[in-house]
């Protein structure tokens, strides 16, 4: 059951261009969504993450909007280098008792930054 | 100071074969995870460790599919009777505490790219 949709699945954008990824999940029970990106060979690293309890957060060029009532965040990366290609992917943590933490990814969106 | 490590980085099985594919986590912490990325998608959750404690394993695909953390450091998945389906990179990761939420960053290795022929 996919319980992360993201979107797009790819996505190209001018170097100095905003770059906006957006995720929607199912469960309600998600406490915690992270943000990773991935380069080619490389594993996931963790970029940025919010709480439900806060609407945005900022760090750098990096920016979470969450909207908790449509169940829907987004990744913004304000002026995209060349340097941010890579692939990104939205996840969540389930909000449960007994939960170990594993995270829920979505499928991942490959962004290529144009020089 | 040293990340997480996995080895081998690339490994190539005939079918039917068993593979053993190893995680070292950073120095330190409870949990562990691995997970599954088929190409082009996203990691998908296989099973979890607190320590030497397999307390979660609702992702293994089959009953071949088997982990184990003996001492509560090191790792190691093991795929018996491989199949094509089983070709993906495998990921591990660790995370410092053994709860969810913001607390949680979890630290992935680079994985073991299995390709089974």
């Known amino acids: 059951q996919q319980q992360v949709k993201q979107s797009p699945q790819s996505l190209i954008v001018q170097k100095g261009g905003i770059s906006i990824i957006n995720c929607a999940y199912e469960?309600?029970?998600?406490?915690?969504f992270p943000w990773y990106q991935q380069f080619p060979g490389k594993g996931p690293a963790l970029l940025i993450a919010i709480r439900p309890d806060v609407s945005e957060k900022k760090e750098g060029r990096f920016t979470i909007s969450f909207n908790k009532s449509a169940k829907q965040f987004s990744l913004h990366i304000m002026d995209s280098q060349p340097g941010d290609s890579a692939t990104y992917f939205c996840a969540a943590n389930p909000n449960y008792s007994g939960n170990t933490g594993k995270l829920i990814f979505g499928q991942g969106t490959t962004l290529q930054v144009k020089p | 100071g040293a990340g997480v490590s996995q080895s081998p980085r690339y490994k190539v099985a005939k079918r039917g074969q068993d593979v053993a594919l190893r995680c070292d986590p950073i120095s330190g912490h409870v949990s562990l995870f691995w997970y599954q990325q088929a190409l082009g998608q996203g990691p998908e959750f296989l099973t979890y460790?607190?320590?030497?404690?397999?307390?979660?394993k609702s992702g293994l695909p089959s009953d071949r599919f088997f982990a184990e953390r003996p001492e509560g450091s090191v790792s190691t998945l093991k795929i018996q009777r491989t199949q094509q389906e089983d070709s993906a990179v495998y990921l591990c990761?660790?995370?410092?505490?053994?709860?969810?939420?913001?607390?949680?960053?979890?630290?992935f290795g680079p994985g073991t790219r299995l390709t089974v022929l």
């Open positions: 460790f607190q320590n030497e404690a397999q307390l979660d």
């Open positions: 469960n309600t029970a998600f406490d915690y």
């Open positions: 990761a660790s995370s410092l505490v053994s709860s969810g939420g913001a607390s949680n960053e979890q630290f």
